[in-house]
């Protein structure tokens, strides 16, 4: 079955840099593209951007441009979303979810939590 | 950016009733809508994508309809699981996704 696993929660102080994994099973991890979505505490849901496994392409939130990078290691079926400095506003769960067709998400991780605290 | 409005932002309801969830976008998104549930601490799950087409393992009570800036989510009998928040999510601007704000059913 497809299971998408993440790394553990992260504490991290402001301005420093977070990178979380996903590690895919169950399918065939570059036929599908992987994107990653946040959520701060008792916020909704926010796109943050999305990466091809089969090539690699990026797409990014456009509020996110220039602080976060978004690659896949193919020998692992693994992808990473990695945040710098960070801020106060970026704590929330991060989500990885493979991409049924551009844009959609049918399955998600488990989410990593991750604390920008002083 | 296409903004995604949801209402209402709760809906109670009693087991075994119908709900009925709205999300309207800012422009027209043609059929590219999606709906997910998430459930306290839990990730979300996807429930309808295209507007109206059910993802794997969807019970048949999910229906979403509409096109354009009109979308609809119904729950036909809600049962005890289906207590949970709904997001819409439009992917026509792609790359630029956007989720609504979410719609919490609770029991009435």
């Known amino acids: 079955q497809v299971q998408l696993v993440q790394s553990g929660a992260e504490v991290k102080k402001p301005g420093a840099s977070v990178k979380v994994s996903c590690k895919a099973s169950?399918?065939?991890?570059?036929?599908?593209?992987i994107s990653w979505v946040r959520q701060a505490p008792g916020q909704g849901l926010e796109w943050m951007g999305w990466?091809?496994?089969?090539?690699?392409?990026?797409n990014y939130a456009q509020k996110l441009q220039g602080r976060v990078t978004m690659t896949t290691d193919t020998s692992t079926s693994t992808a990473y979303m990695e945040l710098r400095s960070l801020r106060s506003d970026d704590t929330a769960v991060y989500y990885c979810?493979?991409?049924?067709?551009?844009?959609?998400?049918?399955?998600w991780g488990q989410g990593t939590l991750v604390t920008v605290s002083s | 950016e296409i903004v995604m409005t949801q209402s209402p932002a709760t809906l109670s309801v009693s087991p075994g009733e119908r709900a009925t969830l709205s999300c309207r976008a800012s422009?027209?998104?043609?059929?590219?809508l999606a709906w997910y549930q998430q459930k306290p601490g839990q990730a979300p799950r996807l429930l309808i994508y295209?507007?109206?087409t059910r993802a794997t393992g969807i019970p048949a009570r999910f229906s979403g309809s509409g096109s354009g800036t009109e979308f609809t989510l119904t729950i036909s009998s809600l049962q005890s699981e289906d207590f949970a928040v709904y997001y819409c999510?439009?992917?026509?601007?792609?790359?630029?996704?956007?989720f609504g704000g979410g719609t919490k059913v609770e029991i009435k």
């Open positions: 979810a493979r991409v049924l067709v551009v844009g959609v998400a049918d399955y």
């Open positions: 169950g399918y065939t991890f570059t036929s599908y593209g």
């Open positions: 990466i091809s496994a089969y090539n690699g392409n990026t």
């Open positions: 422009q027209s998104v043609s059929s590219n």
């Open positions: 295209g507007a109206s």
């Open positions: 999510q439009q992917y026509n601007n792609w790359p630029r996704l956007t």
